[in-house]
């Protein structure tokens, strides 16, 4: 084989060679997860199921920083930013009842939320928030129908959803 020929095999070899690491090379940097799908956060203050879905994002992410000093403080100014004066009266009263927390109507913190849309009329809007307790395909989830004022975007009532 003349030396012209090697030459042409060799690169033909490290060409291919390179080809296929830049191949597979964006598959080996993908999560170990199966969601390949890339989060994207959006928000609008002035919508109120955004408004809605902020306080329990923001909530539920100090609830999982428990042993974190200030979680508890954080919770409460969430607590007096988005719930109005009754509505934060209803909570207590339902925690000192029921010994769980009256937001998520629960003793324990969700992995996931969702919240969506269900309606509105005479000034305010409700939206529905779904909590996932679990992951898998059994996974528990509760409902809470979310009541709003529309002028204010203050979360003026909670209750679980039938």
Known sequence: MSVRNRTTLFTAVALAAGLSLAAVTPALARPATSHAAVAVARGDARNVTQHVADFYGAYIDAAWAGEDKAAGAE?????????????????AAYEAEEHADGILFAQNVPVRWQVAYTGS??????????????????????????????????????????
């Open 75 to 91: 919770a409460k100014a969430l607590r007096a930013f988005y719930l109005t004066p009754a509505a934060q009266k209803k909570v």
């Open 121 to 162: 009329g005479a000034g305010h809007a409700t939206n529905r928030v779904t909590l996932t307790w679990s992951d898998g395909p059994h996974a528990e989830v509760t409902r809470i129908d979310v009541q709003s004022d529309l002028r204010t975007l203050k979360i003026t009532d909670l209750r679980p959803a039938d």
